[in-house]
C-alpha cells in the first residue's frame, strides 16, 4: 500500500438547515457517497465516491445537497494542469489505459454555434407553422435519378424508403451499453414520434420485437444478436463501421453485464465478454463492403433500406462516396463528440472531425460527382438542439441521429461514468436495482416530448424562413450565415459569412 | 317484509347493515333486553377503568338506527320464537309477525357451580351493566377476586387494578389465557401483570364464596382463603340460546346456522355468540364468541335476509388483546395436539418477546405474537385463505416480514388484485 | 453595387400573360396595356415581354439577343459566335429611344444555326446551344445572352415595362403567345440582363414571389450541369423545368407535382396507384420542390402554363374568350384588354392553368431520353 | 345627391382623391364607371354615403373603412376590407384573396366565389361584430385565425364534386363562428376547429343574413334557406396554451 | 373507486412515499423541513417501503372492498365511506385495540401509540388534496392512483 495522490474530484455540501435525513440520499447513491451513521443517527458524505451524477441533488426532497468542485488548489500551471496530474496519477497507480464515458468534452470549436438562421422578411412572407401546414416528412433511402411515368403511371417503383415525421432519430445505443429499459423508452417514443430507434450492436430484446417497424437494428463487427429474424424484423440494418467517440476502436461488453437478458438478446453465453473487434473482419476493402450490402439486400430481399455508418475522419468526403458507390442506401456520419459508453480517453479527444465539416464536405463532395441525390445523408455526433438540426439540414443531411441528448431527455447528467455500470438514472446500467429507475413510460415520454419540442421549434424556424417542407431546407446552404469563423471554414462548411 | 332482529350488539349492527345495503325500503325492529343503544361489550372493561365514556362505548352513532329506518324495542326482551306463524313473542305478551328474523342474542356468562354465588357484591362481567354494578363498588384498596384467568377476567382485572382495587385471579388451568396462549406466552402475560400487583391462583377454583350477605371471600379448593369485597365470575360465556330453546329451531351448543347464517329454519337467521356456525381451521361448526366473527356473521345473515345471495365461508378463533401495554395477538390453533404440526418459535422472555406459528402441511393454522404484533393480518390471512407457504417458510418469523417475501406472483396478485389492471 | 449574378437578389413583381392557342398573332400592344395596369407592382427596376411567332421568316434559327457592355466584348463574343455557330443575320433590335429608359446596353440579335462539325459525341443541339450560352454568360464578362429560342424573343431592360414596351417597339411584332413582367426588386440597381422574362432555348419564365428553397434547389440542379449564374428564382425555375421536361422526361402534370407539390396529408388521401406515384414524385425529386410564394408563366413554343405555389401565397387570375387565354397577377389586368371575358377563375395554389396551340400535347416535345444516361452520373450541359 | 365619376386611365390617387374631395361636398351617392384596377377605394374613410363601382377596383378596396357602403358591379380584388371597421360592402360577382383581414366591423356580401385566407384573423371587438357573407365557395385556408364575427359560406351553384370551402378550413381559429350552407370532411378541418348543428339562436342569425343576401341579389330566400346549415367554432380561445416551456 | 397501486417493477426504493406522508399528516402540513424538525413527535408514515434489493414496492390500506378492518372494529371507528369507498379510522374513537392490526390481510394498519394509542392508516389523503401525497411524489410513477378495471372490465 502505498499514498493514493488522487484527491476527491466533488464536494458533497449538505444544508443542515434543511437535511431532515430522511436518507433518500443514502438509498439512492450507487456509489455510496452518502452514508447513514447509526450511531450519530445522521447522514453523512464519503465525497471520494461521488461522481457528480445529481442523482441524489435531484431526489433530495428538501434540496439540502449541494455538489461542487473539490475545492483542492493546484498551483497554476498552464501547462500542468489539475486534469493533466491526475490523469498520470490514476496512470501511475494502475497502469491502466485512461477510460471515459460519453462524448469529446474538451474545448473544440462547435461549428453549430458559428452558423446563423435566415429568416424571411418583407420579400416573401414567414410562415406561421402552427396553423399554416408545415411538413418535416423525410424518406431515408437510396433514389433513383430520375422516374419513368406513363399515362400517369409509375413504371417502376423506388428503392425501399424508411418514412419519418421528423427528421431525428435515436442513433445506436446496445443493450448491454445501456439498459433494457432505456430501449424500451426509445423505441416507444420512436414509435410515438413517428421515427426509428437503433438497436446498436448488441441485439433486439424479445420485448421489442413488437416495435420492429420502427427499429434499425444494427450489424457490427461483433455480429451479436444478428440472425435472419433479426434483420427481418428491422425496418432497417445499419452497418457499423465507426462511431464518432472512438474511430477504429473496437467495443467490449465486460462479462459482468451479460445477465440473462443480455445474453439472450445479443445470443451468447451468460457471464462472457462481449467482444466487438475494431474492424469487421470481412471488410478489410470498399469492395468487401459492398459484399456486405448485398448479402444484407439479398437475405431482406431488398425490402429494407441498408445504412452504412462512418465515423467523420479526416477523408471522410471520399470515403462516403465509396460508401455511395458500394450501394449503401443511407451513410450516417458520426462526429467526434458523439457520445459513448466506454472509450478511451485519448481516442475520444484527439482523433476524429467535427460533424459539421465532415458533413458539409459529403455532401459538397456527394454533389460534385453529382450523387448526392442517391443516398440519404444522416448525421450526429452531439446534436444538442432543434437548431443545430436545422443548421445540419441546410449543411445538407436529410435527418440526424441524437443518443446523447436522448440519454439526457431520460435523466442523464454526464456525469461520464456509464463504463462502471453504476449508473444512478438506471440508464448505462444493467443492476436490477438501478435499471428499475428509468420506468420506460417516463422514459418513453420524456424522448418523445423532446422529439415534439424539436420538431414544433423547427417548424418554427423553418417558418421564419419561409420554408413549409424540410426538404426545402436540405442543401440550403443560403440560409446559414457563420460567424467568427475563417475563410478557410467558411470556405470547407460552403457558407457566407454574416452579413454577406 | 318485516325484518325482526333480537339482540343489539355486533351481529344485530351487522344485519341492520347488511340488510341495508340491499334493501333501504322495508321495515326493520330490533328487540333487546338491554335499555341501551347499541355499544361494544369489548369496552367494558375500558368503561370500568373510565378510559372511554359511556357515549364513547357506541358502537354506531346515536343516530344509527334512525338513518336506518329500523324501530327499536330496547329493555324489552324476545321470550319465544314460533317458526310456524313466523312470531316472536315479547316478555310483556306482544307478539311481532315477521317474515326474516334474526337471533342474535350473544353469550351469557358460564357460572360453574360454587356456594354463595347469591351474595351481593358477585358480579359477571359482560355487560354494560355488570360495569354499572361493580362501579358501585370498587374503590382504591378494596380487594377483588376474579374467578378464571380468561379474556374477560383479565380484562376485568386490569380495569380494577388500575382503579386501585387490590385483584387476585383464580384460574382452574395451569397458566392464563389458557384458551389462547400456550404456557411460554402465558407466561409472560402472566408475569408482566405480576409485575403490576396483580395475584394469580393457578390450578384451583373457588369452592365457596365466602361472608353473609355481602361476599367477604372466598375459600379455594387448594385450601386457601382470599378475602374480597367483590367478586367477580369471569369463566366464559355460552351461547344465549334461552329465546330459540322451545321452538324447532335446531340447537346444538349454539343455534346451529349454515354458510348463509341460516338457522335449520328457513327464514330464520343466527349470528354472534349465539350461533354455532363453521370454524374453517377445525372444519366444523363451533361457537366462536369474536366480535369480528358475530359482525360478518350478521352481515352475512342481513345480506341474505334481504335476498341477496351472500355467503360467509367461516371464521376462527382470533384475539388481539393488551395488558398494559402488552399488546398480543393470536388466532387459530396455539398449542397443536397430535401429529403433523409444525411450529417455528422465538421466545425472548426478558423482552415479552413471543413469536409462535404453528404450521400443518406447509398451511398457516395458528399464531401467537406477543409483543411484536405489527403486521399479524398478513399471518391471519395466510390462514384464511390457505396458503401454501413452503417457499416462504423460513421468513415468517422475520421482525420484517411481509409481502415482500412472498413469491412475486402471489404478491402481485393480492396487491394488484389480478392481473390485468387498467392502468398499466 | 453588385448585379445579377453576383448576388441573389429577391424580387417582388407583377405579371402578365396572353396566348391564342389557333395561333393568330396580335401586336404587342395588349401585352403592354395589361401589364401597365399593374404599374404598382414593380418600382422601373425591370420589365420584360416574351413574345412567340415573331420570327417567322427566321422560324428554324436559334434567335439569339444579346446585350453587350461595350463593342469590343461585342467582338469577343462574336469571334465565338462564329467559331460555333453559322450566323445568318446580326442586326441591333430596334428600338424607340424614350426618356425613362436609361444606361441602354448595345443591343444585338443574331440568327444562327450550330456548326455541327462543333459539337460533342453525345450532345444534342439543344445542349450544344444551352453549353455556348452557359459559357458567353458565365465567361464573358460584359456579355450576356437573353434570348436563344427559336421564332420567339425576350425583350427586356431596366425600366417600367410599359416604357420597355415601346422602347422594344413591340406594337410592331405579332405573336401568338405574349408574356410580361413588372419587377420589383429589393436590392439591386437593376442590370438589363436581370430582367425578366428569364430565357433559355424557347423557354420563357416570367415570376412573381420570392422562393425560399433557392439553395435547396440551385444546389441540386448544379448536380446535373446547370450553373446559376444570375442567382435568381427566375433562372433556377426555368432550369427546373428544363431539367423536368426536357432530360428526364418527366411529364408536365408531374413536373408540376414536384415544384408544387402536394401535402403529404393530400397524398394520404389518394389512392394507391396515385399515392405511389406522388410519393415517389415528392421523395425523388424533394430537391425540386419550390418552396415560398411564386407565381409564373411558363412559355414554350408550344403554349404556356401558369402556375401558384401550393399555398397560392401570390395572387394568379386566369380568364377565357373565345380562343384567347389570359393571366395575371390582378385581374384588371385582363378587363383591361378583355372587357368581358367568356369566363374567368383564380386558380388553386399548385393548380395549373396551361393554355396549348391546338393539336400540340405539351410544353415540350422532348427527344427520346436515353434511360441510361443518368446512371452514370455523366450529365454534361 | 349623386355624382358621377368616370375612372376610366386614372389613377388611383387621383381617383382617391377626387371621391374625397366629393364626399366632403354632402353628397350621398358617387357612381364609379370604368373603374379597372384602381387601388384603395374607400380606404379610411369615415361616412355613411355610397359609393357604386361599375368595373374591377383594384386592391386593398375599403381598407381601415369605416362606415361607407360600397356596391361593386364586377368582381374584386384581393384584400378588399383589410382591417375594415364598420360599413357595407355588395360585391355583385367573386372577390380575391384575403377578404376581410383583420376585420373588425361591418358587412360583406359577395354573390359568387372567395378566394384563399378570406376572414384571416377576422375579430370582434366590444360591440363590433363583423359580418361576410359568400354566395359560392371559399378557397383554402378559410377564416383562418379567426379571432371573432361571423362568416357564412352558402355554397349556391356548385358543381358536382366541388367543395364549400377549401383545406384548412378555420386553422388556428381560436373565435368567431362560422356558418356553411353544407359539409365538410374532417381532413379539410384545421386542428382548432369542430363542428356543430346550429341551434335556434344560430338560425335566426343566419336567417337574417340570407335574407338580405337574398335582397342583395335577387335570390330565392326559401330555396337558401331550404338546405342545412352547419356552424364552425373552435374547440377553444387560447388554443396554444401548452406549446412552450417556459425556459 | 381509485386506489394506489405500487408498481414494484418501478419503485427506487427512496421512500419519498413515506417522508411526503408523514408531511401530508404532520400539522406542518407538506413542510418537510418543519415536520422533521419541528414536530417534536412526528406522524407515523402510513405508507411503508417493503424492500429486499433489488425489489420494494411501498403498500398502503388497499381500501377493501369487503374492508375486514372495519368488521372487525371493536368500537365502529373503522369505516368505510359509502359514497368515495375509502377506509378511514375515527381516531377519536380508536381505543387501539389492534384487532384491525390482527385482520388486516395487507398489514396496512400500524400501531400509532404516541400518545392516545389508534391505529394509523392511509387515508388517501382524501382531507388534503385530489392525489394522495405518495403518489404524487413518487419520483417513478411506481406509485399510481387509478380505478381497478379486472378482466370483466368492472371497476
Redesign the interface.
Known sequence: MSINCLTPAFLIERDK??C?????CV??CANEAHRWDEEEQRVFSEDANCVNCHRCVV?C??KALHIKKFPLEFRYNANWTQEAMRAIYLQAETGGVLLTGMGNDRPYPIYWDHMLLNASQVTNPSIDPLREPMELKTYLGRKPDFLKIKNGKLLEDIPPQLELELPIMFSAMSFGSISLNAHKSLAAAAKKAGTYWNTGEGGLHKDLVEHGDHTIVQVASGRFGVDADYLKTAAAIEIKIGQGAKPGIGGHLPGEKVGEEVSQTRMIPLGTDAISPAPHHDIYSIEDLRQLIYSLKEATEYQKPIFVKIAAVHNVAAIASGIVRAGADVVAIDGFRGGTGAAPLRTRDSVGIPIEFALAAVDTRLREEGIRNKVSLVVGGSIRNSSDIVKAVALGADAVYIATSALISLGCHMCQKCYTGKCNWGIATQ???LT??L?P??GAERAANLLKAWAHEIEELLGGMGINALESLRGNRLMLRGIGLTDRELNILGIKAAGE | MHYVIIGNSAAA??AVEGIRKVDKENPITLISDEPYHTY?R??IS?FLAG??TEE?????GQDFYQKNTVTTLLGQKAIAIDTDSKEVRLENNEVLVYDKLLVATGGTPFIPPMAGLEKKNVFTFIKKDDVKAISKVVATGKKAVIVGAGLIGLKAAEGLSSLGVDVTIVELANRVLSAILDEDGADIVRKHLEKRGIKFELNTSVEAITGGEEAQGVTLKNGKSISADLVIVAVGVRPNTEVAENSKIAVNRGIVIDEKCQTSIQSVYAAGDVAEGYDLIFAQNRVLPI??NA??QG?TAGLNMAGSESIFSGGFA?????FYGL?M?T?GIVKPEGNGYEVLVELVPEQSLYKKIILKDNIVVGFIYLNK??????I??LI?EKTNVVDFKEKLLKD?F????LP?QLR?S?????D????? | MLKEGHIRIPAGCAISGIMNKKGEVTSGQEIIKSIAVMHDRSNGLGGGFAAYGIYPEFKNHYALHLFFDDKKVKQETEFLLNKFFSIDLAETIPIRKINAIKNVPLIWRYFVKPKIKEMALHETESEFVVNFIMRINSEVEGAYVFSSGKNMGTFKGVGFPEDIGEFFRLDEYKAYSWTAHGRFPTNTPGWWGGAHPFSLLDWTIVHNGEISSYDANRRYLEMYGYKCTLQTDTEAITYIFDLLLRKFGIPLESAINIVAAPFWSKISRMNPDEQKLFKALRVVFSSLLINGPFSIILGSKNGFMALNDRLKLRSLVAAQKGDNLYIASEESAIREICKNPDKSWAPKGGEPVICLLDGKESLYEFDQVDENEFEHHSVAL | MLVTIDAKDIYFKELNQQIRDVLKTGVEEIILNNVNGQRYIGDGITGTQSIIINGTPGNDMAAYMDGLRLIINGNGQDAIGNTMNDGTIVIYGNAGDTLGYAMRGGEIFVQGNVGYRVGIHMKGYKEKNPVIVVGGKAGDFFAEYMAGGIQVVLGLDLLPGESIVGDYCGTGMHGGVIYLRGTVEDYQLGKEVKVLPVDQQDLEFIDRYVHNFAQHFGKDYEAIMSKEFIKLVPFNTRPYGNLYAKY | MKRV????????????CE??CIAAHSKYKND??K???KEANPPISRI?V????????A?QC?HCEDA?CT??C???AMQKNPKTGVVTNEEE?C?????????????A???DERGHKVASKCDLCSDNSQMPACVE?C????L?Y??????NGTK
Open positions: 438547515d434543511r431532515i435525513d430522511c436518507q433518500v438509498r439512492q431526489m426532497p428538501t443492476d436490477p436495482q428499475k429507475r420506468n413510460e417516463i | 349492527v351487522g361494544s369489548p369496552l375500558y378510559k372511554v364513547k362505548m357506541l358502537y354506531r366480535l369480528p359482525y360478518c352481515e382470533m384475539n388481539s388483546i393488551g399488546p395477538i388466532a404484533v405489527d403486521r399479524a393480518g398478513i391471519t390471512s384464511r420484517s411481509g409481502y415482500i417475501d412475486q402481485k393480492k396487491l394488484l388484485k389480478g390485468s389492471m387498467s392502468c398499466w | 397501486y405500487a408498481r414494484e417493477e418501478y419503485c427506487v426504493g427512496c421512500k419519498l417522508i411526503y418537510l423541513v415536520t422533521f424538525k411503508l417493503e424492500e429486499s434489493r433489488p425489489v420494494s414496492f403498500l388497499r375486514p368488521k372487525a371493536i368500537v365502529g374513537r381505543v387501539g385495540c389492534w384487532t384491525c392490526v390482527l385482520v388486516c390481510p395487507f398489514g394498519i400500524t400501531r411524489h419520483p417513478n410513477r411506481a399510481v387509478s380505478e381497478y378495471v379486472s378482466n
